[in-house]
């Protein structure tokens, strides 16, 4: 088992900025695939953004390309996400995701962001004010 808490959440201005944490607890050598996912009331969860914790490889969904950045510690099992330039519509439930298998992250870095990771966190609210 793996358990994942997010922090770090909060209000901005547009144009702000924000750091999102997770942090890993339990089995952490078996996470493969950490994702940041996003959602609105009333809408699907998005992707947003994964790593591979072994190579580090990156992948981001285009809305948030070129204005935030994932990132990994593992010696602290904890994945960020750094979020510059933030617009009204980055407002959402933030959510750290990991998985035991590669597939998440490969799948991103086609295109598609699949909801199917092993371990949900309990999400961080973000809120950008225009």
């Known amino acids: 088992q793996v358990q994942l808490v997010e922090s770090g959440g909060g209000s901005v201005q547009a144009g702000g900025s924000l750091k999102l944490s997770c942090a890993a607890s339990?089995?952490?050598?078996?996470?493969?695939?950490m994702g940041w996912f996003r959602q609105t009331p009333g809408k699907e969860r998005e992707g947003v953004a994964a790593?591979?914790?072994?190579?580090?490889?990156?992948f981001y969904a285009d809305p948030v390309k070129g204005r935030f950045t994932i990132s990994q510690d593992n010696a602290e099992n904890t994945v960020y996400l750094q979020m510059n330039n933030l617009k009204p519509e980055d407002t959402a439930m933030y959510y750290c995701a990991a998985d035991t298998t590669l597939l998440p992250c490969i799948r991103a870095g086609r295109g598609s962001w699949s909801l199917d990771f092993d371990y949900w966190g309990q999400g961080t609210q973000v809120t950008v004010s225009s």
């Open positions: 790593i591979t914790t072994g190579g580090g490889s990156t």
């Open positions: 339990g089995y952490t050598y078996s996470r493969k695939c």
